[in-house]
């Protein structure tokens, strides 16, 4: 952000729950498995653009607007900014980058802040404001939130402690909510604190960076402050420009530009926030459809629902199965609506459990939908589904036609490439997405010796294990599930052994010992634990046991 910026004119920058693997290791940090990422270019501009302003800079490289949230040290009003606006931004092909801008270190140069007094206290209190304020405006849990820390002096541990507690806890308290945490600053300063702490161990390091160097360089990797295998997994933004003019489509705003690889709230057709304009239920009262006034172009339409069953088997799915038939008509012409503005919800009241969705436009072939963990429709989808709390099942689709639930009886595909990286305790397994006819994976399944272990979300390729066969060889195996229950083949396997004891220990191993070990594995923060003068000689090979009591097989 432009420093001189941050009190007078702020600038605004910028996918089931989530399920969080680990936060953080030496080596990298594990995206939140849910958030949609986005790759290309960004910007940022001290307030909302109008929405004319956002559809003439589509001639734009631009695909990325950052919006401040809101926060005590937020100086722009929100203006434009709505959850109507959020709504049809996303709607006209703009993905989001959330920014909360609160209390800042207290050894920042701004003057008239806000500062950073009870690290862990505020942060939480930021985190729930944030997520607060993001579902306000349509950002439900899944997508990602970035924290405001403007630069700061870097020559000051206690400054530098209380940013790092205030971080750890608005990422702990972001996950909590069901959010990715980001965080944006200054490489000099923020980021070079955030790359201590993932190097220190810690468990609350954020999903995201977002880094500012102005140094022209059109790419997220090659920062100094942070190698590269740090958030390496579409985990970074750069802003790499800071505040100028540029013009296109005729319209001209002041901005900073980013480049981006990082998780996003996908650009997206959504669900209009304002009431519906009708509502019409199916014939045998299962089912009803809900439009708004700007679903249709034409002034007069019917909407009809009907019922009724397949006609012959549909293969992939078992017999059976329930259909409606969406039809929408302008009254005045008599001419079919082939597509519509904004999305149409078709409920159905209780639809019979492992149901998934599928598509037709005559009737006769039929094409999967994916089931969807919110109620929007990610670029390029026409359609898709959503299973909620209640048991019933909401269909959005922006055309009409065939809608049929069915019963899936083909396995999905079996995950490939698992691997596995053992570190601190933990085994970190990754793999390949599994596909599935019914369009999506709803789980992935964790197996030990065959036997399951852990489920994860389906939207995910990464999970980290710690439970291991205290004798013998551990395989660890994943095998995917879809909405219907249908499992696939299991992976190849990743397997770990026990390391054996190092000869020559002592039986009883000394109390100095341990206090040492955690000393030195602990970042060697206070003073250095009383040992004998001279280590004995099994100590290093201890260590070097208890840090890794596994080995890959």
């Excluded at 709607?91 to 801008?101: C, E, I, R």
């Excluded at 930021?126 to 990602?144: E, L, M, N, V, W």
């Excluded at 540029?246 to 997206?268: F, K, L, Q, R």
Aim: proline share 7%; glycine share 10%; charged share 15%.
């Amino acid at each position: 952000m432009t420093r001189t910026r941050l009190y007078g004119l702020l600038l605004v920058v910028g996918v089931s729950l989530l399920v969080t693997t680990t936060a953080g290791s030496a080596s990298r940090v594990t995206r939140l498995g849910t958030s949609s990422f986005y790759t290309g270019y960004g910007f940022d501009a001290c307030g909302a653009p109008s929405l004319e302003a956002m559809e003439a800079w589509l001639a734009s490289p631009y695909r990325a607007i950052g919006i401040y949230l809101g926060g005590s040290n937020r100086a722009c009003p929100d203006g434009n900014l709505t959850p109507a606006w959020v709504n049809s931004v996303r709607a006209g092909g703009w993905n989001l980058l959330p920014l909360w801008v609160g209390p800042q270190a207290p050894c920042v140069a701004q003057p008239r802040l806000q500062l950073i007094t009870s690290g862990g206290t505020q942060g939480k209190a930021a985190a729930d404001s944030a997520a607060a304020r993001a579902a306000y405006f349509g950002i439900g849990a899944g997508y990602p939130i970035y924290y405001d820390m403007e630069g700061y002096a870097t020559n000051n541990p206690s400054c530098t402690l209380t940013v790092q507690r205030f971080v750890a806890a608005w990422v702990d308290e972001l996950h909590a909510k069901g959010y990715a945490a980001g965080v944006y600053g200054s490489a000099s300063s923020t980021i070079r604190d955030l790359v201590a702490m993932l190097e220190n161990g810690s468990a609350s390091v954020p999903d995201n960076v977002w880094i500012a160097r102005w140094n022209g360089v059109e790419d997220v990797f090659g920062e100094p402050v942070a190698a590269d295998e740090y958030w390496g997994e579409h985990q970074r933004i750069h802003q790499y420009k800071g505040g100028h003019k540029e013009t296109w489509g005729g319209v001209t705003i002041n901005v900073d530009s980013n480049y981006v690889d990082g998780a996003v709230v996908e650009a997206a057709a959504a669900l209009p926030t304002e009431p519906p304009a009708g509502t019409v239920a199916s014939s045998d009262g299962l089912a009803s459809v809900t439009w708004w006034a700007s679903s249709f172009d034409t002034l007069t339409t019917t909407v009809t629902l009907t019922p009724s069953v397949p006609a012959t088997p549909v293969p992939g799915y078992a017999p059976g199965g329930y259909v409606l038939q969406l039809g929408v008509t302008d009254t005045a012409t008599a001419a079919p609506v082939t597509r519509f503005g904004t999305l149409v919800s078709i409920h159905v009241n209780a639809p019979e459990a492992g149901v998934v969705a599928a598509f037709s436009s005559d009737g006769l072939t039929w094409t999967p939908i994916k089931r969807l963990s919110s109620a929007a429709l990610s670029a390029g989808q026409t359609s898709g589904y959503q299973l909620m709390p209640d048991g019933s099942l909401e269909i959005y689709t922006l055309v009409p036609g065939w809608f049929g639930l069915f019963h899936d009886i083909t396995p999905p595909t079996t995950p490939s490439g698992l691997s596995g990286q053992y570190k601190k305790g933990k085994l970190l397994l990754s793999w390949q997405s599994a596909t599935d006819e019914s369009g999506a994976i709803a789980g992935y399944q964790v197996t030990l010796n065959r036997a399951p272990i852990q489920t994860v979300a389906g939207t995910s390729t990464k999970t980290s294990v710690t439970r291991f066969k205290k004798k013998g060889w551990s395989a660890y195996r994943v095998i995917a599930v879809d909405g219907s229950g249908n499992q696939s083949a299991p992976s190849e396997s990743v397997s770990v052994v026990k390391v054996a004891r190092p000869r020559h220990l002592p039986r009883a191993i000394p109390a100095w010992t341990w206090r040492l070990y955690k000393w030195q594995t602990h970042g060697k923060k206070g003073a250095r634990p009383k040992t004998p003068h001279k280590l004995p000689s099994w100590y290093w090979p201890w260590a070097n046991w208890q840090t890794s009591p596994y080995r890959l097989g």
